[in-house]
């Protein structure tokens, strides 16, 4: 069985395959940039810069969402106090105490809102 070197060591300009000669004492050191997978520099940054319209893109989306959610987070919020409060004078007209007669009719509104 005839066994051949396969290099892994490439050059970045032709990506040709280099001798262990050409290392320093023949031992390679890993250093500096790894060459690129795609060979093909029009199609490397075509994909570079979708990816950079893309990232502009989710960034401005995740802005706008987050003051969107401040906006609505806060109406949300007076909402909900809103109907709790409903439901406080609504529930303390079921009480049974003696309450005045204005209390009474304006609990009744209330609970007829409700």
């Given at each position: 069985?005839?066994?051949?070197?396969?290099?892994?060591?490439?050059?970045?300009?032709d990506?040709?395959?280099?001798?262990?000669?050409?290392?320093?004492?023949?031992?390679?050191e890993?250093?500096?940039?790894?060459?690129?997978i795609?060979?093909?520099?029009?199609?490397?940054?075509?994909?570079?810069?979708?990816?950079?319209?893309?990232?502009?893109?989710?960034?401005?989306?995740n802005?706008?969402?987050?003051?969107?959610?401040?906006?609505?987070?806060?109406?949300?919020?007076?909402?909900?106090?809103?109907?709790?409060?409903?439901?406080?004078?609504?529930?303390?007209?079921?009480?049974?105490?003696?309450?005045?007669?204005?209390?009474?009719?304006?609990?009744?509104?209330?609970?007829?809102?409700?």
């Open positions: 069985m005839n066994i051949k070197e396969v290099s892994i060591f490439k050059t970045k300009s990506m040709t395959s280099m001798s262990k000669d050409s290392f320093k004492d023949g031992i390679p890993l250093g500096g940039a790894v060459p690129p795609i060979t093909d520099i029009i199609t490397a940054n075509s994909i570079t810069e979708n990816a950079e319209n893309a990232s502009g893109a989710l960034d401005a989306f802005s706008g969402n987050f003051f969107l959610m401040l906006i609505l987070g806060g109406s949300m919020q007076q909402l909900w106090g809103m109907i709790r409060a409903v439901q406080m004078m609504s529930l303390s007209a079921l009480v049974n105490i003696k309450i005045p007669v204005n209390l009474f009719i304006f609990l009744g509104i209330c609970i007829g809102f409700s």
